[in-house]
């Protein structure tokens, strides 16, 4: 498709539970990005990708949070032994390529998970 | 890293002129962005500073002076549409993750 995809556009689970949630970024896009934004607030950065490499994933609130892009490609983020304060929505954006400075992210619709 | 301040919350009249201040704490600096937030869906993006000055797109322009720290959005000639959430967000450098501001919700009356 033409923007980032994101899947389940919902998600219901029990405490305790693990889930994944799936990007597709835009096709040829090398950056790749996971935010995670809370009612009411701004994104705020959990991990990103440059093509395979996770160059940095300072963001994730701890070592539950688990994230990959094995082919640099799709990318699935995983969490671990869910807890009620993941519930949220995690955004996935893409970028066209490094170094070129007035490149936006593109967000898809992002994943709304909700902890019971 | 950066630190975002935006307002929560404002109120315009359609076919009025709104604007909507940023300002930003920055370790280092490679643009500033904004993006148009309608509730439940992906954040849009608007537009893109890096040097000081405006630049206009249509109804939307967006301005910043980076001596200052700050940046604004403006919208022109308001259309009910326009009401949703606006966030400001800056870049430390080259193509690396944004600092997202928590978002002025912006609502548009008749």
């Known amino acids: 498709g033409a923007g980032v995809s994101q899947s389940p556009r919902y998600k219901v689970a029990k405490r305790g539970q693990d889930v994944a949630l799936r990007c597709d970024p835009i096709s040829g896009h090398v950056s790749l990005f996971w935010y995670q934004q809370a009612l009411g607030q701004g994104p705020e950065f959990l991990t990103y990708?440059?093509?395979?490499?996770?160059?940095?994933k300072s963001g994730l609130p701890s070592d539950r949070f688990f994230a990959e892009r094995p082919e640099g490609s799709v990318s699935t983020l995983k969490i671990q032994r869910t807890q009620q304060e993941d519930s949220a929505v995690y955004l996935c954006a893409s970028s066209h390529s490094v170094g070129v400075r007035n490149q936006p992210q593109h967000f898809g619709d992002g994943t709304r998970l909700s902890i019971l | 890293g950066q630190n975002i301040d935006q307002p929560t919350e404002m109120t315009a009249t359609e076919g009025a002129i709104v604007q909507i201040n940023c300002t930003y704490q920055?370790?280092?600096?490679?643009?500033l962005f904004w993006y148009q937030q309608h509730a439940g869906e992906a954040p849009t993006f608007l537009s893109y500073n890096v040097l000081d000055g405006l630049e206009e797109k249509g109804r939307f322009s967006s301005f910043l002076s980076r001596s200052k720290g700050y940046s604004y959005l403006l919208l022109k000639e308001l259309q009910m549409k326009d009401s949703a959430s606006y966030l400001c967000?800056?870049?430390?450098?080259?193509?690396?993750?944004?600092?997202f501001g928590k978002g002025t919700r912006l609502s548009v009356i008749a």
């Open positions: 967000a800056g870049r430390d450098s080259g193509n690396t993750p944004l600092v």
């Open positions: 920055t370790s280092g600096f490679n643009g």
């Open positions: 990708f440059q093509n395979e490499a996770q160059l940095d």
